[in-house]
């Protein structure tokens, strides 16, 4: 997109699973302004249609994560330069092309902001509540303001790890309140 998203609302729940603390399933809409959408959703249940995909709404069209576009006859994708159609082998292909000619890639700041990106989406769907980007990266005062997870690297090293209670999952909308299964 050359840009983050503005915001994130989302939804999801767990409809089979039995151990840990998270859900089955995900939809996330991300609102990256000008009227441009994000959908990204996945679903991880044994013996389903399990798909994980995004699909990029726009005014003009739509563009699926595979790139096939639909919409307004006369908005046009260029071609991509790539050697392969396969995303994961292009991007090695691109690694090894860039070490190799001097110039190698960094893709630090990309790969971090899409981290934040999913995390966000994550909290939206966790809490229910649509998540700002600015409330990640420049509120102070936002509960989501340098949010971190509660085992850091140093709770591992030292063996100070509490897991998570098992068959319990967050209730959107209900604070911190977790549901016990079963």
Same mark, same amino acid.
């Given at each position: 997109?050359?840009?983050? /998203?503005?915001? #994130?609302?989302?939804?999801? %729940?767990?409809?089979?699973?039995?151990?840990?603390?998270? &859900?089955?399933? &995900?939809?996330?809409?991300? =609102? @990256? %302004? +000008?009227?441009?959408?994000?959908?990204?959703?996945? *679903?991880?249940?044994?013996?389903? &249609? $399990?798909?994980?995909?995004?699909?990029? *709404?726009?005014?003009?069209?739509?563009?699926?994560?595979?790139?096939?576009? +639909? %919409?307004?006859?006369?908005?046009?994708?260029?071609?991509?330069?790539?050697?392969?159609? $396969?995303?994961?082998?292009?991007?090695?292909? =691109?690694?090894?092309? %860039?070490?190799?000619?001097?110039? /190698?890639?960094? !893709?630090?700041?990309?790969? #971090? !902001?899409?981290? #934040?990106? #999913?995390?966000?989406? *994550?909290?939206?769907?966790?809490?229910?509540?649509?998540?700002?980007?600015?409330?990640?990266?420049?509120?102070?005062?936002?509960?989501? &303001? $340098? @949010?971190?997870?509660?085992?850091?690297?140093? $709770?591992?090293?030292?063996?100070?790890?509490?897991?998570?209670?098992?068959?319990?999952? /967050?209730? /959107?909308?209900?604070?911190?309140?977790?549901? *016990?299964?079963?």
């Amino acid at each position: 997109m050359g840009r983050t /998203p503005l915001s #994130a609302v989302g939804f999801g %729940g767990r409809a089979r699973r039995e151990t840990g603390n998270s &859900f089955d399933f &995900f939809s996330v809409d991300l =609102d @990256y %302004g +000008k009227n441009v959408h994000i959908h990204s959703q996945c *679903r991880q249940i044994s013996g389903c &249609f $399990n798909r994980v995909g995004e699909e990029l *709404r726009g005014s003009k069209g739509v563009v699926y994560g595979g790139g096939k576009l +639909k %919409g307004d006859s006369s908005v046009t994708v260029p071609e991509p330069a790539s050697d392969t159609n $396969n995303e994961s082998v292009q991007e090695m292909i =691109d690694m090894i092309r %860039g070490v190799r000619s001097g110039n /190698p890639l960094n !893709e630090a700041r990309i790969v #971090a !902001e899409a981290t #934040a990106t #999913a995390v966000m989406g *994550r909290i939206a769907c966790y809490t229910g509540k649509m998540v700002r980007w600015s409330d990640l990266m420049e509120n102070e005062n936002s509960e989501w &303001f $340098n @949010y971190t997870l509660g085992i850091s690297a140093e $709770n591992f090293e030292t063996g100070n790890v509490t897991l998570p209670v098992e068959n319990t999952a /967050p209730v /959107p909308g209900d604070g911190n309140r977790i549901r *016990r299964r079963g």
